[in-house]
């Protein structure tokens, strides 16, 4: 983790104004290089007994990658939005999010 990701606070979502969450929240994604991730998740190979130990790697990286940006998402949630993405990958959680609060009324209040 950058000294960067240490020394910047991410934005708290309390249910209203998700669409500048968001925005605020993509480009800190983009500046930690997790951005990836949360748009696209990590595909876990069907058969891993196969992969190489370089594959191997790459996966254990992109689902550390993974864990990283779903613990900024999850911490930067309000505790009553929280148990709806508690369990979820960081792709799941940003589209749990995504599908409720997007472009709706609440994100204008």
């Given at each position: 983790?950058?000294?960067?990701a240490?020394?910047?606070?991410?934005?708290?979502?309390?249910?209203?104004?998700?669409?500048?969450?968001?925005?605020?929240?993509?480009?800190?994604?983009?500046?930690?290089?997790?951005?990836?991730?949360?748009?696209?998740?990590?595909?876990?190979?069907?058969?891993?007994?196969?992969?190489?130990?370089?594959?191997?790697?790459?996966l254990?990286?992109?689902?550390?990658?993974?864990?990283?940006?779903?613990?900024?998402?999850q911490?930067?949630?309000?505790?009553?939005?929280?148990?709806?993405?508690?369990?979820?990958?960081?792709?799941?959680?940003?589209?749990?999010?995504?599908?409720?609060?997007?472009?709706?009324?609440?994100?204008?209040?």
């Open positions: 983790m950058s000294s960067l240490k020394q910047i606070s991410v934005p708290i979502f309390s249910g209203q104004n998700y669409d500048y969450w968001a925005i605020k929240m993509k480009t800190y994604f983009q500046s930690q290089k997790l951005w990836e991730i949360v748009e696209e998740g990590v595909t876990l190979p069907e058969d891993s007994s196969t992969s190489s130990s370089a594959e191997k790697g790459k254990e990286n992109k689902k550390a990658n993974d864990s990283e940006a779903l613990y900024y998402i911490t930067a949630v309000a505790d009553h939005i929280f148990p709806r993405i508690s369990v979820a990958t960081s792709k799941e959680a940003w589209s749990i999010l995504q599908k409720e609060y997007q472009g709706s009324a609440k994100a204008y209040h």
